[in-house]
């Protein structure tokens, strides 16, 4: 049985929050810091790390918190740890990061101590950064706490500072043309809280990307570009794939009864090899994968609901659905819910 939601925190918890934000908004550091952030080729980074907390379906508390350490610029998987947890706050938008940062810390540490050569050198966090209510979101407080670069890269456009997701922004949306394009937000207060960036050709959707800690702007943004092979940055699609699996691995969720039929659909499908002719996106439309990987998030679900809710504006179950182009990418395929 699922365990009954954490009780609203009271005033006294929120002003407290507030404060602790405040506090550590004075120790985030707006530019870069080190050699390989000021290289056009960023030569010098080798490790790229990415961060996501998915929830257990059905249970408000249950999660696994997962990191993931990539080669760079290979975005090869070298370094992984998921971890279930019990989540202790409740969800109150704006402060996502006293529900979830302390456990992506301790993952970070458990790293420290058992391969400090795998540290990675940035983290791409799946929320946002200075774009947030008070200017302090979790990629703020995950950087400041771990002393670490740190980008956010949100699926959403959180509303604030007069930031509005109406048919302005999507005009600018649509004039975004090529992967790399971007446009620049900034709120009523006149200033640049973050970049809208198309993050490959195809992709419909833009990624909102804010500094976190220790990077530029402009920086993070061209790392967050040169981060993804499909709409995602790969270390935040990785840490996703790999936290959802550890749970169905841990609790033997199979997924939705909708999930179980579509994965015996494609079972049935014919299957096209890279050679075969192309899908509407100029890639083959199935490279023989095995379908038991494709790891889609049930449909409907608990899940979906409560990380929309929670992730302060990062939609934080989407991803594009073109199919890798060379076999490294095989074993982690893309879920075919966002284009």
């Not at 998921?82 to 992506?104: D, K, T, W």
Request: aromatic share 6%.
């Amino acid at each position: 049985m699922a365990l009954k939601a954490a009780e609203p925190p009271s005033a006294e918890t929120l002003l407290l929050w507030e404060r602790e934000q405040a506090r550590l908004k004075t120790r985030v550091v707006h530019g870069d810091t080190e050699a390989w952030q000021r290289d056009p080729a960023f030569s010098g980074l080798r490790r790229v790390g990415g961060v996501d907390v998915s929830f257990v379906n059905g249970d408000s508390s249950g999660a696994c918190a997962s990191l993931v350490v990539l080669s760079y610029p290979e975005l090869k998987v070298v370094y992984e740890d998921s971890h279930m947890v019990r989540l202790q706050a409740p969800y109150v938008s704006g402060f996502l990061a006293f529900r979830e940062v302390p456990f992506l810390v301790e993952l970070v540490q458990r790293l420290q101590e058992k391969e400090p050569g795998l540290m990675p050198q940035v983290l791409l966090v799946d929320g946002n950064g200075v774009l947030h209510q008070r200017g302090f979101g979790v990629a703020c407080h995950l950087g400041v706490l771990t002393d670490l670069p740190c980008i956010g890269v949100a699926k959403k456009l959180l509303q604030v500072d007069g930031l509005e997701n109406n048919s302005l922004h999507k005009e600018k949306i649509v004039l975004l043309q090529a992967g790399g394009d971007t446009f620049p937000l900034m709120g009523d207060s006149g200033t640049v809280l973050g970049m809208a960036l198309k993050s490959h050709d195809h992709s419909t959707k833009p990624l909102y990307v804010s500094v976190g800690h220790r990077i530029s702007l402009e920086v993070a943004v061209r790392l967050t570009h040169l981060c993804c092979r499909f709409r995602i940055p790969e270390p935040i699609r990785q840490a996703d794939i790999r936290s959802r699996e550890h749970i169905r691995r841990t609790l033997g969720h199979p997924g939705s009864p909708a999930q179980r039929q579509e994965r015996r659909q494609k079972e049935q499908r014919p299957k096209a090899c890279p050679g075969a002719p192309a899908g509407p996106c100029s890639l083959p439309e199935d490279c023989g994968r095995d379908s038991s990987t494709d790891l889609k998030d049930p449909q409907p679900g608990f899940q979906e609901q409560q990380k929309d809710q929670q992730s302060e504006g990062s939609g934080h179950h989407e991803d594009s659905d073109l199919w890798p182009p060379s076999p490294v990418w095989v074993q982690s395929p893309p879920r075919e819910e966002d284009l």
